[in-house]
């Protein structure tokens, strides 16, 4: 299958520990986009990589966030000292730049406790 | 800041009818991207029909298309022959043109009924 993984898919935390979640996107799409969605409600952007470069980061929610794409290729989404609002899906797209289209991965579920 | 706003939380239609779901977004941009995404339950997210705001023609896919209004900055989908796969939240969605920054809509539980 070549469509966009993330892993892992469901992760159980204490608050107060730090999380990290992985996105491999479709091989040939330069472009990575993060989100978060909470119950009953759209994905909200968070973060966008076009290759290795993070050209849009401001609306990360909180320093407690942080993402990366050090080889343009897979990406991370770490939270630091997560809190019970943290809880939620993160979604990872791609899209290549002749398309525009994302193409949505499966989502990491994070139940902080 | 662009917002997109889906105004029918809920929505049903029998099997085999058509049925038409709401959006309409607010831009300041002139050239931008629209989309309707499908989220079925607990499975992922897929596009179902995306629109190029400089285009006039309407955009269809098979039983899916849309009634794109620029001026009125409305973005409506309507789902003709409904199937019962077609049971899922519909999130409707506006990219930049540079597509740096993507906004979606709160979504429509659409429930398609035998």
């Known amino acids: 299958d070549t469509g966009v993984s993330q892993n892992p898919r469901h992760k159980i935390t204490k608050r107060g520990q730090n999380v990290t979640f992985r996105c491999d996107p479709i091989s040939e799409h330069n472009r990575l986009y993060w989100y978060r969605q909470t119950l009953g409600q759209g994905p909200e952007f968070l973060t966008y990589?076009?290759?290795?470069?993070?050209?849009?980061k401001s609306r990360l929610l909180s320093d407690r966030f942080s993402a990366e794409r050090p080889k343009g290729s897979f990406s991370t989404l770490e939270i630091q000292r997560t809190e019970q609002g943290d809880s939620a899906m993160y979604l990872c797209?791609?899209?290549?730049?002749?398309?525009?289209?994302?193409?949505f991965g499966p989502g990491t579920r994070l139940t902080v406790l | 800041a662009q917002t997109v706003t889906q105004s029918q939380p809920e929505m049903s239609v029998q099997e085999a009818e058509t049925v038409t779901l709401s959006c309409t977004y607010d831009t300041s941009e002139s050239n931008y991207y629209l989309f309707w995404y499908k989220q079925p339950p607990s499975r992922q997210m897929i596009l179902v029909i995306r629109q190029e705001a400089y285009k006039q023609q309407n955009a269809t896919e098979n039983r899916f298309s849309v009634n794109f209004q620029k001026a009125a900055k409305s973005f409506s989908l309507k789902i003709s022959d409904s199937q019962l796969g077609d049971t899922a939240m519909y999130f409707c969605?506006?990219?930049?043109?540079?597509?740096?920054?993507?906004?979606f809509g709160t979504g429509t539980s659409l429930t398609v009924i035998p």
């Open positions: 990589f076009q290759n290795e470069a993070q050209l849009e």
């Open positions: 969605a506006f990219m930049k043109h540079n597509g740096n920054q993507f906004y």
């Open positions: 797209a791609s899209s290549s730049l002749q398309t525009d289209t994302q193409y």
